[in-house]
């Protein structure tokens, strides 16, 4: 099993509408590429100096061949409307984990 971690630090301005467009589009629309067999969004707690708060958002697949099938074919065009939309204010940090 392969866990795919994304976390992204959030600016304050941009928090509610982050979370909204988070749970209403990004993350289903991830889901719905069949990749990924569950999720779990987070909020990690810390006291960030600048007012951000970082979330971490961790998908599970079956393997790496599932994984490298995301990046080729969906992951791109993902990123690119995240980017799009909140630009340096929601600045993304990837992990793949392997669950032993």
Request: proline share 3%; aromatic share 12%; with cysteine.
């Amino acid at each position: 099993m392969i866990l795919y971690n994304v976390t992204i630090n959030v600016s304050p301005d941009i928090e509610a509408d982050f979370l909204e467009w988070m749970r209403g589009t990004h993350i289903p629309e991830v889901m719905a590429t069949g990749i990924f067999t569950e999720h779990k969004f987070c909020r990690l707690i810390h006291q960030a100096e600048d007012g951000s708060t970082n979330y971490a958002i961790q998908y599970f697949t079956e393997s790496m061949a599932k994984m490298q099938e995301y990046e080729s074919k969906f992951a791109p065009a993902l990123r690119a409307k995240t980017q799009a939309r909140y630009k340096e204010k929601a600045l993304a940090f990837r992990t793949l984990l392997e669950i032993l």
